[in-house]
């Protein structure tokens, strides 16, 4: 049974550039959620999707966008990225019933130099 | 405000001795509560969590106990082990799914 699954493992951009993070659900899992983690704090709520849409989101600028696939499958987009950007980006998959417990990806480490 | 925080930055325990890692929630809200283990390099790991209806939920060597009075959780690992050692997490929400909100965490150092 697979896991949630996270590419790239590490990204390196400058300011200013655009970056695509792509994250795959645990298997049987429809919605994938996107967290923020800064060094040493803690995951930082960005968006949810579900069917396709987003369903809720958090406190982030609109210069982070969202999509998700017909499989389930999701990407995450940063356009303009500045140097506070630099962290670990967490996907999260569970069901769409909102009852049923999130399961973290390994992330990705995204530094903005 | 939304803020869930932590009692204690870092925790350094015996391995044998039980542990304790403390959290307050401050959105009265919030009717689910998880707690997460993250391994350096890892993303974090589910471990247990409790809703509201609920004030304590064991597992496999740990235990959460929810106060709802005072708005404070907390995580208790039985027999600490090396292979316990992590970042510790608790965070809130509305429901399991749905956006969750997460403290600062807590290091765990588990001795030989």
């Known amino acids: 049974d697979a896991g949630v699954t996270q590419s790239p493992t590490h990204l390196i951009k400058t300011r200013g550039q655009q970056v695509t993070l792509r994250c795959s659900p645990k298997s049987g899992h429809d919605t994938v959620s996107w967290y923020q983690q800064a060094l040493g704090q803690g995951p930082q709520f960005i968006f949810q999707?579900?069917?396709?849409?987003?369903?809720q989101r958090g406190n982030f600028p609109d210069r982070f966008s969202g999509h998700q696939f017909p499989n389930y499958s999701s990407e995450l987009n940063v356009n303009a990225l500045l140097l506070g950007d630099s962290a670990l980006y967490l996907c999260?998959?569970?069901?769409?019933?909102?009852?049923?417990?999130?399961?973290f990806g390994p992330g990705t480490r995204l530094l903005v130099l | 405000g939304e803020s869930v925080g932590l009692h204690l930055p870092t925790l350094s325990v015996q391995e044998g001795d039980n542990s304790i890692i403390n959290c307050a929630y401050s959105n009265s809200a919030s009717d689910y509560f998880i707690w997460y283990k993250q391994e350096s390099g890892k993303g974090p790991q589910f471990i247990i969590d409790i809703r509201s209806n609920m004030d304590k939920r064991q597992g496999q060597r740990v235990t959460v106990l929810l106060n709802k009075t005072v708005k404070h959780l907390s995580l208790q690992i039985a027999a600490t082990q090396p292979g316990d050692s992590a970042v510790y997490f608790c965070a809130e929400g509305r429901n399991q799914g749905g956006k969750l909100i997460f403290g600062q965490g807590t290091e765990l150092s588990v001795k030989p």
């Open positions: 999260a998959s569970s069901l769409g019933s909102l009852q049923e417990t999130q399961y």
């Open positions: 999707y579900y069917e396709e849409e987003e369903r």
